[in-house]
């Protein structure tokens, strides 16, 4: 949905010994959400701290959000890459890790203590907390009324950015009409509307749109959209008449008959869309072109899963690498989110080993953005939407396999049940040693894991509440930041104030 901005003019940020070459050419905006309470709160918090510590200007900024990844699934990860590589994994350090500031987190929403993952995702790119299930909407939306989005909408980072001629570029190992991409785009009391075969009827009669279509509008809304889209979701894209190009047993899930994918190319020259690797290693990342990648027909394969064969589908690595490449051409400078959405499956479905490994190649894709870039022009933001139940437990010995069963002395440690245990496990989820019985009672008993290779790909963690789906965690999560502006990051801060921290460095925003 479009969303008009006030322009005015651009204030200094921050003392002069923390100031950079890069110097803003466009005017600040005060964005329509201005003066919801959580924006003034943050922009105020912000504010106070670059008045006390000074801040340098920013011409990019790179977010990633590792969805759902923990402090809990960054101490595994840690462990996981580090022994994966031979080293020793309890030492080693992640990219992440290596940036010199960082702080917490706080991610409760207006209406829950745990938060989903579409709420948060717009702290970040609007600076407001929303309800659970919502995007791009303020706190006065009814969540039962969706056209109540069109007059409690925001304007996310990305539109400022546009406006104000940057590149901008999003990237995401789910599906990019997932609630944390869409975040940079989107207006909807419904995060599941992803297609116009997800709206309901009452939402249709009341005039309200997909998130799919809202992307393809808002490319000809801000700018000339987004210059980089890369990841998952073709067929909330695609007419449910058209087979799916990579796999033709498939077809697209749209109901109205439009092929968007061939909209988004029709509306500006020089537009590529891509579906494999073969088009994205094509693509000339040193033109001025605009690409958009849709690599699966939901989300991408889980990096333990993604073939290396050169074949198969671009990494998050070099996905983020080459949208870099693309990006740095605008003398603007640019704004580029890449999540890694699967650490976030990985843990719902109960299997810690898919999740750690998006999460290491998420790392992986961290390290190339810093390889890649200059601290003293781009702002480099690492953080998590929210938390998991994933807990890391008992006392291994050192260089025990993250993924193995506790051993303690080169010994198996048994709980008091006489059973052993791993090091990983969840408070709930799939893996429940809770089962139903044929009388409708139900049976906690643990399976004896003592021959179980809890190592093999596709092994569940046990845990204890019986859930379909493993839920989220309601703790703190981690920021960790370098770049200009990287320093007003400390101490536990609210989840919205990183929209502040990101806009203020750039001189976006008042």
Known sequence: MIRTVLAVSVVALGAAACATAWQPSYNAVAPVQA????????????????SERGAGHAKNVILFVGDGMGISTITAARI?????????????????EKLPYSAFSKT?????????????????TTGVKSYNGTLGVTQAANIKDCASAKTSGTTSLWEIAEDAGKATGIISTARITHATPAAT????????????????????????????????????????????????GRTNFLPNTVADPEYANQKGNRVDGRNLVDEWKAGAPNRTAVIDRAGFNAFNWNSDGQ??????????QYELDRAKDGKGEPSIAEMTKSAITRLSRNANGYVLMVEGGRVDHGLHAGDAQRALGDAAALDEAIAAAVAATDPKDTLIIVTADHSHTLILQGYPQRGNPILGLVKENDKLVKALDGKPYTTLSFANGPGSVCKPQADGKWLCERPDLTNVDTTALGFLQQSLIPLGSETHGGEDVAIFAGGPGANLFSGAVEQNE???VMARSLGLVK
Request: aromatic fraction near 10%; glycine fraction near 10%; include cysteine.
């Open 35 to 50: 003066q919801d309470s959580y924006y003034v709160k943050g922009h105020n918090a912000v504010a106070a701290r670059a």
């Open 80 to 96: 996981y890459a580090g022994q994966t590589k031979g080293l020793d994994g309890e030492s080693y350090q992640l990219a992440m």
């Open 108 to 124: 409760y929403t207006h209406d829950s203590q745990v938060a989903d993952s579409a709420p948060t995702a717009v702290a970040m």
């Open 185 to 232: 785009y989107a207006e909807t009391v419904e995060r599941d509307w992803e297609s116009d075969k997800d709206v309901s009827a009452a939402g249709k009669a009341a005039g309200c749109t997909d998130i799919a279509s809202q992307l393809v509008a808002w490319q000809s809304a801000h700018g000339n959209g987004f210059d980089v889209i890369l990841g998952g």
């Open 291 to 300: 690409i958009f990648g849709l690599f699966e027909p939901s989300h991408m």
């Open 498 to 500: 990183i929209f502040h």
